[in-house]
């Protein structure tokens, strides 16, 4: 009897467990299915959009600096040629010296007379520290002195206007040699030129 009762106890209480067990596993399936993969392909889809955010960014910020760069070189080839044409003004300006100048520095300074051919270097005065800007020339001063104006013709017929305003330690050696104030973005890309140089005034 006691046996009999036992089976029974067991084939009724059997369906139950494994009613409960397929309903465990239907919520496990349904967690893995709602709860989560989601998350998992919410943090992918998270962590790829902030990948494309900043690469946007970096772009941007690439790009305006490009800008940026670009508006400053424009600004200062804008201020180099502003500063040629006051020193081509001055040059123009600039009152012929009289006859009865005696002094050898003047005598020097005669309108019109051809030096010969100079050697060409340049430099740039802002680079240095210097505000003396673009429209002078150092030169060996006992061959012009300073203020002395001068013409300076290339051989492709390019002509710049230069007033005598410092010197340096190649002038001694090198009396034939002007160094030429430019900025370093419009030095001529051979580095060295050779030019006619005429007195002005």
């Given at each position: 009897?006691?046996?009999?009762?036992?089976?029974?106890?067991?084939?009724?209480?059997?369906?139950?467990?494994?009613?409960?067990?397929?309903?465990?596993?239907?919520?496990?399936?349904?967690?893995?299915?709602?709860?989560?993969?989601?998350?998992?392909?919410?943090?992918?889809?998270?962590?790829?959009?902030?990948?494309?955010?900043?690469?946007?960014?970096?772009k941007n910020a690439q790009a305006?600096?490009?800008?940026?760069?670009?508006?400053?070189?424009?600004?200062?080839?804008?201020?180099?040629?502003?500063?040629?044409?006051?020193?081509?003004?001055?040059?123009?300006?600039?009152?012929?010296?009289?006859?009865?100048?005696?002094s050898q520095a003047n005598t020097?300074?005669?309108?019109?007379?051809?030096?010969?051919?100079?050697?060409?270097?340049?430099?740039?005065?802002?680079?240095?520290?210097?505000?003396?800007?673009?429209?002078?020339?150092?030169?060996?001063?006992?061959?012009?002195?300073?203020?002395?104006?001068?013409?300076?013709?290339?051989?492709?017929?390019?002509?710049?206007?230069?007033?005598?305003?410092?010197?340096?330690?190649?002038?001694?050696?090198?009396?034939?040699?002007?160094?030429?104030?430019?900025?370093?973005?419009?030095?001529?890309?051979?580095g060295i030129l050779y030019a006619?140089?005429?007195?002005?005034?």
């Amino acid at each position: 009897m006691a046996i009999s009762l036992l089976i029974v106890n067991f084939i009724e209480v059997n369906p139950t467990q494994a009613a409960s067990e397929k309903t465990n596993y239907n919520v496990s399936t349904s967690l893995v299915n709602d709860t989560i993969k989601p998350v998992k392909m919410r943090a992918k889809l998270i962590k790829e959009r902030q990948k494309a955010a900043i690469a946007e960014l970096t772009k941007n910020a690439q790009a305006e600096q490009a800008k940026m760069d670009a508006q400053a070189k424009a600004e200062a080839e804008a201020k180099a040629q502003e500063e040629q044409k006051q020193a081509q003004q001055a040059v123009t300006q600039a009152p012929t010296p009289t006859a009865n100048t005696t002094s050898q520095a003047n005598t020097q300074n005669i309108s019109g007379v051809n030096k010969g051919t100079f050697k060409l270097s340049f430099y740039d005065p802002a680079a240095l520290g210097s505000n003396m800007g673009y429209g002078g020339v150092a030169a060996n001063l006992s061959v012009f002195p300073k203020g002395t104006r001068l013409k300076i013709t290339l051989s492709d017929g390019t002509v710049w206007y230069r007033v005598v305003n410092d010197t340096g330690g190649f002038a001694a050696a090198n009396p034939n040699q002007l160094d030429v104030a430019m900025p370093n973005s419009q030095v001529p890309a051979a580095g060295i030129l050779y030019a006619t140089v005429e007195v002005i005034g």
